[in-house]
């Protein structure tokens, strides 16, 4: 988040201009396409927030929700889709925060953990599970990193991080100092994300860093021109503060963790203010690379070197700035093939009197800006956090949801266009390397206002449709659920041998009625959150798939064909096989699951 000066770089712009121009000939043939049929009608939407009925009540606390004092105040916090006890059914991890005057002890907030009780509803097991953490949480991801069959739990804070281990009896322990991640010195930890970028089968850690914070000696609102906006005294930073590194930590395979940050180069970069790590097979050459979306500072990208060494290349690869040449106030963000090309897109959310990035993947080592192009350059007056590629209707076409909140509460009694709280955003891929804006007519789970951060997306009732998880501050988290129109659907879950276990890093490709649809295994991502590991493909009206193809981490690759539509399989790498799932529902009373 930041004060709205501009840093412009005539060398980003120079060379985003010429990828530009690498791309349109890609834009002409995907609108071409297109154009010889008529486009798709956009579907009836219809999304409701059903939290309050499934029995997610826990209020995430942010601060002084009237006025923020300091940067801290203002980050929000994610939230995680994951299955715990390997039931089949995902379940729910809501990061919290705090406040700077404190708690009595015992009445700390906490993070929550919620069991999926199968039936539509939620229990929460968070005090059993062992899992009530305090002080200010940030970010969250999931990633069995000891390879025993059981999701771990990585949560960062302002202050110390935690490693949780999974002890595979609905338990877990906090391991952070006896694995090796613990510092003496607090930080301020935000996006993290498993990923085994050696490729050695277990997973490794990528942690994201914001700001080298002290409220000690931090400036008071409005004490400089960089504590102003549009006239209002605000809180201070991320400018002018001083920015941090990243850190990557290396898997010994015996259940610790080195830091390899200056070894593998991670650490090697200016000192930005970063949120949100996202992973993933950018040049489709095997390895993971690694995005990182900063705020007022450029974003950055690792490429894997295939040697246990990453190199920075966001400015090459065009993904650093936007298309003016500028940075911006990177908050969220993910990545998924929304035009059916073979390649991983970028979308990045970002500050106010901005609009949220779309980067097209040109198949060269490098992306253009299309937010223009894409539809996207609307919507300048929201602040965005948490944002997914989610294909809402199961067309078999990723679309895009972002959630969105500002930083200053100042906003909502000074006249300004912005709100503190504001609705989400929701656009619909049209099928043509374009999006249409649908968010006034997605129901009110989509147009009531939050001051919302972490998104997460999964099958929660699995029923075949996506469900979305916002965490809100200030507020009790939303669980969206969309009502309206659903095409048919596979959803898939991987599971390394060779590879590591939750198979994080491996690329799927599914084709289906002549339309192709790529998607990655992930850990983190959106903002500071974990989605579910399952990957959710539509198909529309088609009633198979032809072909189903994994690409798993160790090189392997196993290719399915004719797979029945509307069902759950379990694809165990080198198996040859796909497993049906099938998940038995606890109705309560006669009623069925919301």
């Given at each position: 988040m930041r004060k709205r000066s501009i840093c412009f770089s005539v060398a980003a712009l120079a060379?985003?201009?010429?990828?530009?121009?690498?791309?349109?000939?890609?834009?002409?043939?995907?609108?071409?396409?297109?154009?010889q049929g008529s486009l798709p009608t956009p579907p009836r939407v219809n999304f409701v927030d059903i939290a309050a009925r499934t029995g997610l009540s826990a209020k995430t606390v942010d601060g002084n929700e009237k006025r923020k004092k300091y940067i801290i105040e203002t980050t929000g916090s994610g939230?995680?889709?994951?299955?715990?006890?390997?039931?089949?059914?995902?379940?729910?991890?809501?990061?919290?925060?705090?406040?700077?005057?404190?708690?009595?002890?015992?009445?700390?907030?906490?993070?929550?953990?919620?069991h999926n009780n199968r039936d539509g509803t939620f229990t929460d097991v968070t005090k059993k599970a062992g899992v009530a953490l305090t002080g200010w949480g940030q970010g969250v991801c999931?990633?069995?990193?000891?390879?025993?069959?059981?999701?771990?739990?990585?949560?960062?804070?302002?202050?110390?991080?935690?490693?949780?281990?999974?002890?595979?009896?609905?338990?877990?322990?906090?391991?952070?100092?006896?694995?090796?991640?613990w510092h003496d010195k607090a930080r301020w930890g935000t996006g993290c994300a498993f990923v085994d970028?050696?490729?050695?089968?277990?997973?490794?850690?990528?942690?994201?860093?914001?700001?080298?914070?002290?409220?000690?000696?931090?400036?008071?609102?409005?004490?400089?021109?960089?504590?102003?906006?549009?006239?209002?005294?605000?809180?201070c930073g991320p400018r002018g503060l001083k920015g941090t590194r990243n850190e990557l930590y290396h898997n010994n395979g015996d259940g610790t963790f080195s830091d390899v940050s200056d070894k593998t180069g991670v650490s090697k970069t200016e000192p930005y203010y970063c949120f949100t790590a996202l992973t993933g097979d950018f040049d489709n050459d095997g390895w993971p690379d690694i995005f990182v979306a900063c705020d007022s500072t450029p974003s950055l990208l690792f490429h894997n070197n295939h040697?246990?060494?990453?190199?920075?290349?966001?400015?090459?690869?065009?993904?650093?700035?936007?298309e003016d040449g500028r940075e911006e106030a990177g908050m969220g963000a993910d990545a998924m093939d929304y035009d059916g090309d073979g390649w991983l897109d970028i979308i990045r959310t970002n500050f106010s009197d901005e609009t949220s990035t779309l980067y097209h993947n040109n198949g060269d080592g490098t992306f253009t800006d299309v937010t223009s192009v894409s539809g996207l350059g609307t919507n300048t007056q929201f602040l965005g956090w948490g944002t997914l590629f989610v294909d809402v209707d199961n067309d078999g076409w990723p679309d895009l949801f972002m959630?969105?909140?500002?930083?200053?509460?100042?906003?909502?009694?000074?006249?300004?266009?912005?709100?503190?709280?504001?609705?989400?955003?929701?656009?619909?891929?049209?099928?043509?390397?374009?999006f249409k804006d649908i968010s006034l007519d997605a129901g009110p789970g989509i147009t009531a206002p939050f001051n919302s951060h972490g998104v997460a997306a999964a099958d929660f009732d699995n029923d075949g449709a996506l469900e979305i998880l916002v965490n809100n501050s200030h507020d009790v988290p939303s669980l969206l659920k969309n009502h309206g129109e659903h095409g048919n659907w596979i959803s898939l879950k991987l599971v390394g041998t060779k590879s590591n276990r939750d198979a994080i890093g491996a690329l799927v490709t599914v084709n289906s009625g002549g339309h192709q649809q790529v998607q990655e295994v992930r850990s983190g991502g959106s903002y500071i959150s974990q989605r579910d590991f399952r990957l959710h493909?539509?198909?529309?009206?088609?009633?198979?798939?032809?072909?189903?193809?994994?690409?798993?981490p160790s090189g392997v690759r196993q290719v399915f064909h004719d797979v029945d539509a509307d069902k759950f399989y379990q694809i165990q790498e080198g198996s040859g096989q796909m497993t049906l799932q099938r998940f038995a529902r606890k109705i309560s009373k006669g009623e069925p699951l919301p």
């Amino acid at each position: 988040m930041r004060k709205r000066s501009i840093c412009f770089s005539v060398a980003a712009l120079a060379l985003n201009c010429l990828l530009l121009f690498g791309s349109m000939l890609a834009q002409q043939t995907r609108e071409g396409a297109a154009s010889q049929g008529s486009l798709p009608t956009p579907p009836r939407v219809n999304f409701v927030d059903i939290a309050a009925r499934t029995g997610l009540s826990a209020k995430t606390v942010d601060g002084n929700e009237k006025r923020k004092k300091y940067i801290i105040e203002t980050t929000g916090s994610g939230v995680a889709f994951f299955d715990y006890d390997n039931d089949g059914w995902p379940d729910v991890f809501l990061v919290n925060g705090s406040t700077l005057a404190g708690f009595p002890k015992g009445q700390e907030p906490t993070s929550h953990l919620y069991h999926n009780n199968r039936d539509g509803t939620f229990t929460d097991v968070t005090k059993k599970a062992g899992v009530a953490l305090t002080g200010w949480g940030q970010g969250v991801c999931a990633g069995d990193y000891d390879n025993d069959g059981w999701e771990d739990l990585f949560v960062t804070f302002w202050g110390h991080n935690v490693l949780l281990h999974n002890n595979g009896d609905g338990t877990f322990t906090d391991v952070t100092k006896k694995v090796g991640l613990w510092h003496d010195k607090a930080r301020w930890g935000t996006g993290c994300a498993f990923v085994d970028y050696n490729r050695d089968g277990h997973l490794d850690l990528f942690v994201s860093e914001y700001v080298d914070f002290d409220p000690n000696h931090t400036p008071e609102p409005g004490s400089s021109s960089l504590c102003q906006w549009k006239g209002i005294s605000v809180m201070c930073g991320p400018r002018g503060l001083k920015g941090t590194r990243n850190e990557l930590y290396h898997n010994n395979g015996d259940g610790t963790f080195s830091d390899v940050s200056d070894k593998t180069g991670v650490s090697k970069t200016e000192p930005y203010y970063c949120f949100t790590a996202l992973t993933g097979d950018f040049d489709n050459d095997g390895w993971p690379d690694i995005f990182v979306a900063c705020d007022s500072t450029p974003s950055l990208l690792f490429h894997n070197n295939h040697d246990c060494t990453f190199a920075e290349i966001a400015v090459k690869a065009g993904v650093a700035y936007n298309e003016d040449g500028r940075e911006e106030a990177g908050m969220g963000a993910d990545a998924m093939d929304y035009d059916g090309d073979g390649w991983l897109d970028i979308i990045r959310t970002n500050f106010s009197d901005e609009t949220s990035t779309l980067y097209h993947n040109n198949g060269d080592g490098t992306f253009t800006d299309v937010t223009s192009v894409s539809g996207l350059g609307t919507n300048t007056q929201f602040l965005g956090w948490g944002t997914l590629f989610v294909d809402v209707d199961n067309d078999g076409w990723p679309d895009l949801f972002m959630a969105n909140g500002h930083v200053y509460p100042e906003v909502d009694s000074n006249g300004l266009s912005s709100t503190f709280r504001e609705r989400k955003v929701l656009y619909w891929n049209q099928h043509n390397g374009k999006f249409k804006d649908i968010s006034l007519d997605a129901g009110p789970g989509i147009t009531a206002p939050f001051n919302s951060h972490g998104v997460a997306a999964a099958d929660f009732d699995n029923d075949g449709a996506l469900e979305i998880l916002v965490n809100n501050s200030h507020d009790v988290p939303s669980l969206l659920k969309n009502h309206g129109e659903h095409g048919n659907w596979i959803s898939l879950k991987l599971v390394g041998t060779k590879s590591n276990r939750d198979a994080i890093g491996a690329l799927v490709t599914v084709n289906s009625g002549g339309h192709q649809q790529v998607q990655e295994v992930r850990s983190g991502g959106s903002y500071i959150s974990q989605r579910d590991f399952r990957l959710h493909f539509g198909l529309g009206k088609s009633t198979e798939a032809e072909s189903v193809e994994v690409r798993w981490p160790s090189g392997v690759r196993q290719v399915f064909h004719d797979v029945d539509a509307d069902k759950f399989y379990q694809i165990q790498e080198g198996s040859g096989q796909m497993t049906l799932q099938r998940f038995a529902r606890k109705i309560s009373k006669g009623e069925p699951l919301p």
